[in-house]
């Protein structure tokens, strides 16, 4: 790929390089990714399920007049691994990692499995989140689907060069477009050496942990949207569906053109919506 095919606002967020920090939680070390001024509003940018931090570098510095952070859950990128993983550890690392930089009550947006990682931070630590974004986040079933299983046993394959396994690197699950300079950077940062060979950074044993979606929904008594992409996981019937069993009705937002993953294909709406649910929210906390 040539630098001409690379657009300048990319460049420019990528320049806008993160402060890389960690720290423990429950005996395991977490990495974690800080862009924006001290002392400014804190969002908590969560990624989705075999992601990584990374997958935020080039929405989080474009989130203006706010101090963002993207943790690496663990058993993903650069955290460590567990022996077992649960969606409210999961979210006692986002806590935590907010609290060491003094966050406040951050906004917490989560993308895809991530979203419910947001959703069960903002119940069951009411008192240290400001509200919650859920981004294509759907209902699953309760016990994992075929293709889930699939992935699973994908995701233990090694490759023989870190070049094979790059070329391997898709979004799961697929989608028609995805911007090759955002696919580039992150999938430069989604494997590791590992004896024999090249393998991908996330533990395959983190997939498939059942979630309490409908219980944890009608707890979270937050400011909440439902952002849904108009080709991804979470319909408009769905999307409604999930709005409707929280305990006040939320915005519901249609990202139109996109996949699954936003962060690919459309980044720049990704941003705007973002960029609007905060300002909105943060004027109504202010009294504006």
Do not use: N
Not at 45 to 69: C, E, F, K, N
Not at 190 to 199: E, H, L, P, Q
């Amino acid at each position: 790929m040539t630098s001409a095919s690379v657009p300048e606002w990319f460049t420019r967020a990528l320049s806008d390089a993160p402060e890389q920090r960690s720290i423990e939680v429950s005996g395991a070390r977490i990495r974690y990714r800080v862009w924006g001024t001290p002392g400014a509003p804190g969002v908590v940018l969560v990624h989705g399920g075999s992601a990584h931090a990374g997958w935020w570098d080039h929405v989080a510095p474009q989130i203006a007049g706010y101090r963002v952070v993207a943790p690496d859950l663990s058993g993903h990128g650069d955290s460590d691994h567990r022996e077992a993983y649960d969606v409210r550890l999961w979210a006692r690392e986002l806590v935590e990692v907010a609290a060491a930089e003094d966050l406040g009550r951050p906004v917490v947006v989560g993308h895809s499995r991530g979203g419910w990682v947001a959703v069960t931070a903002g119940v069951e630590h009411s008192g240290e989140v400001g509200g919650v974004v859920l981004v294509d986040s759907p209902l699953w079933p309760a016990t994992p689907d075929e293709d889930l299983l699939r992935r699973r046993r994908a995701a233990r394959r090694l490759h023989a060069t870190r070049g094979a396994a790059l070329e391997r690197f898709v979004p799961l699950p697929e989608q028609d477009v995805v911007l090759p300079f955002v696919r580039d950077h992150i999938a430069g940062q989604s494997v590791r050496a590992v004896d024999g060979g090249w393998a991908w950074k996330f533990d395959p044993r983190s997939f498939g942990r059942p979630i309490p979606q409908e219980e944890l929904l009608a707890r979270l008594a937050l400011p909440t949207a439902v952002v849904h992409c108009e080709h991804g996981l979470v319909s408009d019937a769905m999307a409604q569906r999930i709005a409707g069993m929280l305990p006040e009705r939320p915005p519901v937002v249609r990202l139109a053109g996109s996949g699954h993953h936003p962060m690919l294909d459309q980044p720049l709406p990704l941003v705007a919506t973002l960029q609007t649910l905060l300002a909105v929210w943060t004027s109504v906390a202010s009294g504006a």
